[in-house]
Protein backbone atom coordinates (compact mmCIF):
# COMPACT_ATOMS: atom_id res chain seq x y z
CA UNK A 1 0.00 0.00 0.00
CA UNK A 2 0.91 3.75 -0.45
CA UNK A 3 1.25 6.07 2.15
CA UNK A 4 2.12 9.26 2.39
CA UNK A 5 4.04 10.83 5.54
CA UNK A 6 4.00 14.91 5.75
CA UNK A 7 6.24 16.60 8.45
CA UNK A 8 9.62 14.58 9.06
CA UNK A 9 10.28 15.54 12.40
CA UNK A 10 9.94 13.08 15.23
CA UNK A 11 6.41 11.78 14.63
CA UNK A 12 6.73 11.83 10.98
CA UNK A 13 9.66 10.27 10.48
CA UNK A 14 9.16 7.89 12.74
CA UNK A 15 5.89 7.05 11.28
CA UNK A 16 7.22 6.78 7.79
CA UNK A 17 10.04 4.34 8.34
CA UNK A 18 7.82 2.23 10.63
CA UNK A 19 5.12 1.95 7.85
CA UNK A 20 8.19 1.15 5.35
CA UNK A 21 9.38 -1.60 7.62
CA UNK A 22 6.00 -3.10 7.82
CA UNK A 23 6.34 -3.38 4.03
CA UNK A 24 4.49 -0.41 2.36
CA UNK A 25 6.03 2.03 0.20
CA UNK A 26 5.77 5.24 1.89
CA UNK A 27 6.73 8.80 0.76
CA UNK A 28 8.14 11.44 3.35
CA UNK A 29 7.46 15.17 2.86
CA UNK A 30 8.75 18.12 4.34
CA UNK A 31 8.89 21.26 2.86
CA UNK A 32 12.84 22.01 4.82
CA UNK A 33 15.30 20.99 1.82
CA UNK A 34 18.05 20.77 4.25
CA UNK A 35 15.82 18.15 6.20
CA UNK A 36 15.02 16.50 2.76
CA UNK A 37 19.04 16.44 1.33
CA UNK A 38 20.31 14.97 4.69
CA UNK A 39 17.24 12.20 4.79
CA UNK A 40 17.82 11.13 0.97
CA UNK A 41 21.59 10.68 1.80
CA UNK A 42 19.93 8.22 4.45
CA UNK A 43 21.13 10.17 7.46
CA UNK A 44 18.27 11.17 9.87
CA UNK A 45 17.89 14.25 11.48
CA UNK A 46 16.77 13.09 14.68
CA UNK A 47 18.01 10.66 16.82
CA UNK A 48 16.05 7.55 17.81
CA UNK A 49 17.92 4.07 18.63
CA UNK A 50 17.99 2.17 15.62
CA UNK A 51 16.17 4.74 13.44
CA UNK A 52 18.99 5.69 11.15
CA UNK A 53 19.81 1.70 10.41
CA UNK A 54 15.87 1.11 9.32
CA UNK A 55 15.86 4.20 7.27
CA UNK A 56 18.68 3.15 5.01
CA UNK A 57 17.05 -0.42 5.29
CA UNK A 58 13.99 1.15 3.27
CA UNK A 59 15.51 3.42 1.21
CA UNK A 60 17.58 1.04 0.00
CA UNK A 61 14.54 -1.39 -0.39
CA UNK A 62 12.84 1.13 -2.42
CA UNK A 63 10.18 1.22 0.34
CA UNK A 64 11.21 4.86 1.64
CA UNK A 65 11.80 8.07 -0.09
CA UNK A 66 11.76 12.02 0.67
CA UNK A 67 10.42 14.53 -1.47
CA UNK A 68 10.06 18.80 -0.88
CA UNK A 69 7.30 18.11 -3.54
CA UNK A 70 3.77 17.37 -1.89
CA UNK A 71 1.77 16.58 -4.74
CA UNK A 72 4.57 14.07 -5.51
CA UNK A 73 3.86 12.78 -2.40
CA UNK A 74 0.35 12.52 -2.25
CA UNK A 75 -0.90 11.39 -5.51
CA UNK A 76 -1.63 7.77 -5.73
CA UNK A 77 -1.85 7.32 -1.66
CA UNK A 78 -3.95 5.38 -0.50
CA UNK A 79 -3.34 7.39 3.20
CA UNK A 80 -1.85 10.42 4.07
CA UNK A 81 -0.40 11.40 7.29
CA UNK A 82 -0.40 14.68 8.81
CA UNK A 83 2.73 15.23 11.37
CA UNK A 84 3.44 18.32 11.90
CA UNK A 85 3.44 21.09 14.73
Known sequence: MKLCVVGSGYVGLVTAVGFAEMGHTVIGVDRDEK??????????????????????????????????????????????????G
Not at 51 to 64: A, F, K, T, V
Open 35 to 84: KIAMLAQGRSPIYEPGLEELLRRNMEGGRLSFTTDLGAGVSGSLFCFIAV
